[in-house]
């Protein structure tokens, strides 16, 4: 009797200890697989799940479907019970986005709890959206967003180029690359800068606004755009 006590304890503290949770999303273009820990996945959409992690530095390897070539390969620390979203870009820079603590209430179940962490995004869903986890990001949906650049190369004026992005960033929520890539569809300097700050309040991982510096063609406008930022 005391061996199956024993036996069960430890059954339970191992589902205790593997209960993490990580999301990722690789926001580049073409076909990807993941692998973490012991799992590999594969999807159209670029957005992974990985659950029953334990908690400690796992491994994230990223690689592009046709050619193998590795996009991203690293590593995150997760805490036990913890869910992490986060978004590789086409650079194979990781982003972030969400730590969420999590409480598992049986073997298929589990909840998002808020103490000590960022408030819950998705009430009443304990899961993001598989194919959108950031909310209000319609942009996230990489043929979105590539049909709306195509549309900027196919018009020649710059003033309306400069409109037209300025209104499909306020009704997404975009990547720092993403507007580095609207931003190089530009032809005039001053228009790229007046773009780059109007579409810093739009950005979900404002720590990679640096990726913008090669979208100018003279470094005084990217100078510009920093004091901008640090007035804020």
């Given at each position: 009797?005391k061996?199956?006590?024993?036996?069960?304890?430890?059954?339970?503290l191992?589902?205790?200890?593997?209960?993490?949770?990580?999301?990722?999303?690789?926001?580049?273009?073409?076909?990807?697989?993941?692998?973490?820990?012991?799992?590999?996945?594969y999807?159209?959409?670029?957005?992974?799940?990985?659950?029953?992690?334990?908690?400690?530095i796992?491994?994230?390897?990223?690689?592009?479907?046709?050619?193998?070539?590795?996009?991203?390969?690293?590593?995150?620390?997760?805490?036990?019970?913890?869910?992490?979203?986060?978004?590789?870009?086409?650079?194979?820079?990781?982003?972030?986005?969400?730590?969420?603590?999590?409480?598992?209430?049986?073997?298929?179940?589990?909840?998002?709890?808020t103490?000590?962490?960022?408030?819950?995004?998705?009430?009443n869903?304990?899961?993001?959206?598989?194919?959108?986890?950031?909310p209000g990001?319609?942009?996230?949906?990489?043929?979105?967003?590539?049909?709306?650049?195509?549309s900027?190369?196919?018009?020649?004026?710059?003033?309306?180029k400069l409109?037209?992005?300025?209104?499909f960033?306020?009704?997404?929520?975009?990547?720092?690359?993403?507007?580095?890539?609207?931003?190089?569809?530009?032809?005039?300097?001053?228009?790229?800068?007046?773009f780059?700050?109007?579409a810093?309040?739009?950005?979900?991982?404002?720590?990679n606004?640096?990726?913008?510096k090669?979208?100018?063609?003279?470094?005084?406008?990217?100078?510009?755009?920093?004091?901008?930022?640090?007035?804020?």
């Amino acid at each position: 009797m005391k061996i199956i006590f024993t036996f069960l304890i430890a059954v339970a503290l191992q589902f205790s200890g593997s209960a993490s949770e990580l999301y990722v999303r690789v926001n580049a273009a073409g076909e990807y697989f993941a692998s973490v820990y012991n799992q590999t996945h594969y999807n159209a959409n670029n957005t992974f799940k990985f659950s029953d992690l334990p908690g400690g530095i796992v491994t994230i390897q990223v690689f592009n479907r046709m050619t193998n070539a590795i996009l991203y390969n690293g590593s995150l620390s997760l805490k036990n019970n913890e869910r992490i979203v986060a978004q590789i870009d086409g650079f194979g820079q990781l982003t972030i986005i969400q730590r969420v603590q999590i409480q598992e209430l049986n073997w298929y179940t589990t909840i998002a709890a808020t103490d000590g962490y960022p408030t819950n995004p998705y009430p009443n869903n304990p899961y993001p959206n598989p194919t959108n986890p950031y909310p209000g990001n319609q942009a996230g949906n990489a043929e979105v967003f590539q049909k709306f650049i195509t549309s900027l190369k196919n018009e020649s004026i710059d003033g309306n180029k400069l409109t037209m992005a300025k209104s499909f960033v306020k009704s997404n929520t975009l990547s720092a690359e993403q507007i580095a890539q609207i931003s190089r569809q530009l032809s005039f300097d001053s228009n790229r800068l007046e773009f780059a700050k109007y579409a810093y309040d739009y950005c979900f991982d404002k720590s990679n606004y640096f990726l913008l510096k090669d979208t100018f063609s003279f470094s005084s406008n990217y100078n510009n755009l920093l004091k901008y930022i640090e007035s804020k």
